[in-house]
Structure formats: C-alpha cells, structure tokens
C-alpha cells in the first residue's frame, strides 16, 4: 500500500463512488416523486418499504468509515434534531419502537419518582383492546394491570365515553396507547381525563409521526398548552401541535414501514419534564446512575465522590446502578442514516397523506359496500375533503388506508385480503385485532384472571379485527402502484360483496 497517499481523498473517492452505486442499484427505493417508480421486478404493490436515496447509503458508509459504531456523535445529534423538529425537551434514542415503549412505562415505576405518582406491581395502565401488542405488553411486562376499553372502528382509536368506567380510585395511574394507522386519538378529552384524575400519558407515536392535533386556543391554554410546535404557524383559532408532544411521554419507531427508517430503532420523548431524561437513559443504559455518554467520563466532576447505596464512598460511578435496566441503544450508523431521513419527513409525510387522498377519492363509489377511517374529530367525507365541526381537530401522517367490509355483506376482509395477496398487493390486519382475544392474553386469563381487565363487550375491537384490513400508502408508491390497488379493491367488492 502506498503510504504516501491522502486518506481524506480516498474517504471522499469512497463516497463519491458509494453515491454512484446506490444510484445505479437501489433507484426502486427512491420516492415516487422522484422520477423512479418504486416497483418491485414482479409487479408486487408492498403495503410499505425503505424509501431512501443516495444520501442516506452514503451516511451510512461515512459513519461505517469513522468505526465509532456505538452510539454517538451522529445518535446526539439526531436526538438534538428529532427534538427540535417536536418540539420536546429531550429525545433518547434507542433500538426499536418496541424498547421505546417498553422504556417510557418503565422509567414511571422508578423510585426516583414521586411516591404519589410513582407506578407500582398492581397498578392499573389504562390503554384500548385494538392495536399492537407492544403497546400493551410493557404494561404486564412491569407487573401491571391493563384496563382495556373499547375502539371506535371508525377512528380505529379508544372509546373515550369509557375512560371514567375504566378509572379505579388509588389503582388507575397512567394511560397508554397509540395514535391507530397515524389517526391522532382524542388528545383533548384524554387529556382533560389524565389532568382530572393526575395521571401520565404516554403517546405510542410510533405510527403517527408528522401527524398534528389541534385544540381551541382557550382549551389548549386551560390545559397548560401555550404554543404550536415550531413550524406549524398559528391561526390565532386554534392550537396545533404534533402528535408525541402532548403527553408526559411518547415513542417512536424507526422500522422500515414507519414514517423514517433507521433500520431498526427507536426513540423515547420526554416532552417536558426534564428529570424524566436520566430515568429513561438509566434503563436504557443498563440501569447505571451515571449519565456520561459512551466514551465520556467524569461529566458530572466527581466521578469518585458519590456515595450512594451501601457501597464504599467513592465507588466509581459509572458503575453504580439505580435500576434494573437493559442495552437497548441503537448504533450510530443507523442514527446517521436517520438524519437524512428526517430531513425528508416533511414530504414523506404530505406523500402519505396525498395517497391516503387518492384512494379515499378513486373508492368513494363502494361507500354502499365498504366503510372508511376517518380523521378524529372530523363528521364526514365530501368532494374529496374531510368536513368538520366547530373544536378540536385532527390531521393524521396516515400509517395506512384502512377499509371495513360491511356487515351483512358475502365479502369480509380475510377474503379480500387473500385476494389482494394473490394480486401482489401488501396487506395487513389491524395488527393484533382484539388484544384480548390473541392466544398469550387467553392463557394469562386462565393463569391469573386478575392480569387485565376490561371495560364493556370490547364491540369496536372486535368489529375492527372481523373486517378491517390496510393498504399502503408509504411514499414508494407510484402511480400505477396506486391504481392497481385501487382497480383490485373495486373488482373484489364489485364479485364478492353483494
């Protein structure tokens, strides 16, 4: 090797060619408003996928050259990033959506919260039947009690008019649960409820990034709410803010169908209670008290003064542990990775949106055979346009286009759904269905019938897991993409559902 040349001119010849490549072999990733279909060589339509283009490939060889590879400088300022664009005081990264769901409830059971709030073996997560389990599972994961309510199948999201039913004196202490397919849930009366009753929120935000929720500007300020998140102006009516940033806590994920992709990943927001940060981070980082990032030592100046548990005075502190925690980071090649990503949430999400559009407008003639989502708040669909009501009001970053097969009609959504599959068209169930119907809750029944309650006859969940299904509406998606499902859905309905 000759030692003569200039490493720098080689990392850029690396990157330059890195560029060159991914153009030449990943051009059906890029987004659809690109020039480049998104197509998969059969044909097939997924109902979501990586969208990326050059920039992203080359982040990740970049960081891959630098050989940190655990988190770091890029994962610090992807958190920096992601926080400013929210709006919240701090976001933590870490390695899936999942942990971050599983971190946000846990951080609330520390002794280093308020006794008063603090959640303990026992206590109730007030949460809703329909959705996915990892909403759910860190609710039993830590001991707890989920309250299951029902869902309204034409949001997808919780029964609010339930919430009181649920709510148990002295047992109730946090509520949890999802923005369903990026529908932004009832954040006014939820809100109004957990403020009642002092009790956390935690937002699943991890279908809905970019999705907004706004609130009459007198409410919002009655409920301690003074500003829009930056950039989203005001209208001087009404109070807008992303989802994510309402509640005590929210996640994010990270996957390849979500919003932005990092591979796998995730992301704790602590919205702005501060203190929340270093619980959240212990967790994540092994349960340690020391908060000096990977490669850092003695930020807090008396690395060998602590004095803490029954250990020897001095015992160096980034060893002593305040938790039983987990490694639940990310590597800082995919937080490089998710910077160019963000940068392009704006359009990913307004292509998300448009395809939601098109398809709702393409399958208003089957509104006699199918039903259709609508936003939260909104009373209807006309002309291609949601109609509202004076108040609150919703504005979803669609995780997906959810159909409802009529009752009563020979069709019903499995059929539908093997028909779209057989037509390489992605589809998907409303995940879970009726949580409380999935074979692990019925065992938990018979093993401890005190482990979950429920509220109701959970009609909503169940009407949602017979005959809900979702297409894609992802930004890979072409146009033809778009009009083949369209075309499928139709013939389905037209020869199945009479």
Same mark, same amino acid.
């Given at each position: 090797m000759n030692q003569k040349?200039?490493?720098?001119?080689?990392?850029?010849?690396?990157?330059?060619?890195?560029?060159?490549?991914?153009?030449?072999?990943?051009?059906?990733?890029r987004p659809a408003q690109g020039g480049i279909h998104n197509r998969s060589p059969d044909d097939s339509v997924p109902y979501a996928g990586r969208v990326f283009c050059e920039e992203e490939v080359e982040a990740a060889v970049a960081s891959s050259l630098d050989f940190w590879l655990t988190l770091g400088l890029e994962g610090e300022t992807f958190e920096q990033e992601l926080a400013g664009f929210l709006g919240v005081k701090h976001v933590l990264l870490v390695n899936s959506g999942s942990s971050a769901n599983l971190l946000a409830l846990t951080a609330l059971t520390s002794p280093k919260i308020p006794e008063r709030k603090r959640l303990r073996h026992g206590d109730e997560v007030i949460t809703c039947a329909a959705g996915f389990p990892t909403t759910v599972a860190p609710i039993l994961q830590n001991g707890l009690v989920p309250v299951f309510i029902d869902n309204d199948p034409v949001t997808g999201n919780a029964r609010i008019d339930q919430l009181e039913l649920a709510y148990s004196p002295e047992k109730t202490k946090a509520v949890m649960m999802a923005h369903t397919l990026g529908n932004p849930f009832d954040l006014g009366a939820i809100l109004r409820f957990c403020r009642k009753h002092d009790l956390w929120l935690i937002?699943?935000?991890?279908?809905?990034?970019?999705?907004?929720?706004?609130?009459?500007?007198?409410?919002?300020n009655a409920l301690g709410f003074m500003q829009n998140s930056p950039k989203i102006p005001s209208d001087g009516k009404l109070l807008t803010r992303y989802t994510g940033t309402w509640g005590d806590l929210s996640t994010q994920?990270?996957?390849?169908?979500?919003?932005?992709?990092?591979?796998?990943?995730?992301?704790?927001?602590? *919205?702005?209670?501060?203190? #929340?940060?270093?619980? /959240?981070? $212990?967790?994540? +980082?092994?349960?340690?008290?020391?908060?000096c990032a990977s490669g850092r030592d003695n930020t807090c100046g008396k690395r060998f003064g602590w004095a803490l548990g029954e250990l020897p005075e001095g015992y160096d502190h980034k060893y002593i542990y305040s938790h039983l925690g987990y490694n639940l980071k990310p590597l800082d090649l995919q937080a490089a990775i998710g910077? *160019?990503?963000?940068?392009? #949430?704006?359009?990913? /999400?307004? $292509?998300?949106? +448009?395809?939601?559009?098109?398809?709702?407008?393409?399958?208003?003639s089957l509104s006699n055979k199918m039903e259709f989502s609508l936003p939260t708040h909104a009373i209807g669909w006309e002309d291609g346009?949601?109609?509202?009501?004076?108040?609150p009001?919703?504005?979803?970053?669609?995780?997906?286009?959810?159909?409802?097969t009529c009752k009563g009609k020979t069709g019903n959504a499995r059929g539908l759904a093997r028909y779209?599959?057989?037509?390489?068209?992605?589809?998907?169930?409303?995940?879970?269905?009726n949580l409380t119907k999935q074979p692990v809750f019925r065992q938990l029944i018979r093993d401890r019938p005190e482990s979950f309650r429920v509220v109701g006859s959970l009609e909503g969940a169940d009407k949602l897991m017979e005959e809900?299904?979702?297409?894609?509406?992802?930004?890979?998606?072409?146009?033809?993409?778009?009009?083949?499902?369209?075309?499928?859905?139709?013939?389905?309905a037209n020869l199945s559902m009479r």
């Open positions: 040349q200039d490493p720098i001119k080689i990392r850029q010849e690396i990157l330059r060619l890195t560029r060159e490549y991914s153009y030449l072999t990943h051009g059906r990733h937002e699943d935000n991890c279908d809905a990034l970019g999705a907004t929720y706004s609130l009459p500007l007198h409410e919002a994920s990270f996957y390849p169908p979500h919003h932005i992709t990092m591979g796998e990943g995730g992301a704790v927001n602590i *919205v702005s209670h501060s203190p #929340l940060k270093k619980i /959240v981070e $212990s967790f994540r +980082d092994w349960g340690r008290d020391c908060w910077r *160019v990503q963000l940068r392009r #949430l704006p359009a990913f /999400v307004q $292509s998300r949106k +448009d395809n939601w559009n098109y398809l709702r407008t393409a399958l208003e346009q949601y109609l509202w009501a004076e108040g009001r919703s504005d979803p970053s669609w995780f997906g286009f959810m159909v409802r779209l599959d057989e037509a390489g068209i992605g589809n998907r169930m409303l995940f879970g269905g809900a299904l979702f297409v894609g509406v992802y930004p890979g998606l072409s146009q033809d993409n778009l009009e083949k499902m369209t075309r499928m859905i139709q013939q389905y």
